[in-house]
């Protein structure tokens, strides 16, 4: 699948008609600080599920709040130009999700181990394709606890974080270029792993 701009299927919350965008929002609370509070409605959802794929949901809890604390303090530095927030709180979370290397490779040892995706919607009640859904699930998770933490990092930004590529270079401050080689990179070694298999590809769909 070749790289793209932004991820087929995701797309950022929509504010609705006429609402102000994250940057105005942003903008305002740097005077009235409760304006932040629609900063956390809008995306602390999204926030949690990708947070809790990657963690698991008795650490999560802290990081995404840890994530809106930093933002809260940090948000006179926020670049209004950026009408989209989400690059910027990902990029928080990133940095957060990243002092808990053990427990992410731990959630991924017990996904590979069971296939309880904490987040994942079941597929279908039919027990053959739950069992085939579960399956993919474990041998993903396998491959991507083997990957380098850098590459596993922006394609999970991707596939489960629904950013593009453009956002996810801004969430971890490198360029572009770097986030599609790395994407390269881990997609090659995840087909290696799984017999020429790109599971997140359809991830993509699912959850961006």
């Given at each position: 699948?070749?790289?793209?701009?932004?991820?087929?299927?995701?797309?950022?919350?929509?504010?609705?008609?006429?609402?102000?965008?994250?940057?105005?929002?942003?903008?305002?609370?740097?005077?009235?600080?409760?304006?932040?509070?629609?900063?956390?409605?809008?995306?602390?959802?999204?926030?949690?599920?990708?947070?809790?794929?990657?963690?698991?949901?008795?650490?999560?809890?802290?990081?995404?709040?840890?994530?809106?604390?930093?933002?809260?303090?940090?948000?006179?530095?926020?670049?209004?130009?950026?009408?989209?927030?989400?690059?910027?709180?990902?990029g928080?979370?990133?940095?957060?999700?990243?002092?808990?290397?053990?427990?992410?490779?731990r959630?991924?040892?017990?996904?590979?181990?069971?296939?309880?995706?904490p987040?994942?919607?079941?597929?279908?009640?039919?027990?053959?394709?739950?069992?085939?859904?579960?399956a993919?699930?474990?041998?993903?998770?396998?491959?991507?606890?083997?990957?380098?933490?850098?590459?596993?990092?922006?394609?999970?930004?991707?596939?489960?974080?629904?950013?593009?590529?453009?956002?996810a270079?801004?969430?971890?401050?490198?360029p572009?270029?770097?986030?599609?080689?790395?994407?390269?990179?881990?997609?090659?070694?995840?087909?290696?792993?799984?017999?020429?298999?790109?599971?997140?590809?359809?991830?993509?769909?699912?959850?961006?």
């Amino acid at each position: 699948m070749r790289p793209t701009s932004r991820t087929p299927g995701a797309f950022p919350p929509q504010a609705t008609e006429g609402a102000p965008d994250d940057a105005e929002i942003l903008a305002r609370s740097r005077r009235e600080p409760e304006r932040f509070a629609e900063i956390f409605h809008r995306h602390a959802a999204p926030i949690k599920r990708y947070v809790t794929r990657r963690l698991g949901p008795d650490v999560a809890e802290d990081v995404v709040a840890e994530t809106f604390l930093i933002a809260f303090r940090q948000r006179s530095g926020y670049d209004t130009s950026r009408p989209d927030a989400r690059p910027w709180l990902y990029g928080i979370a990133a940095n957060l999700i990243g002092r808990h290397r053990r427990t992410e490779l731990r959630q991924l040892q017990i996904l590979a181990r069971t296939g309880d995706d904490p987040v994942c919607e079941s597929f279908t009640d039919r027990s053959d394709s739950r069992v085939s859904a579960d399956a993919v699930r474990r041998r993903l998770a396998a491959a991507l606890a083997g990957l380098a933490p850098e590459y596993r990092e922006a394609l999970l930004l991707v596939t489960w974080g629904g950013l593009g590529y453009e956002d996810a270079a801004r969430a971890l401050n490198v360029p572009i270029g770097t986030i599609r080689s790395r994407i390269s990179r881990a997609r090659s070694k995840l087909r290696a792993a799984l017999g020429g298999v790109d599971p997140t590809s359809a991830s993509e769909e699912s959850h961006g």
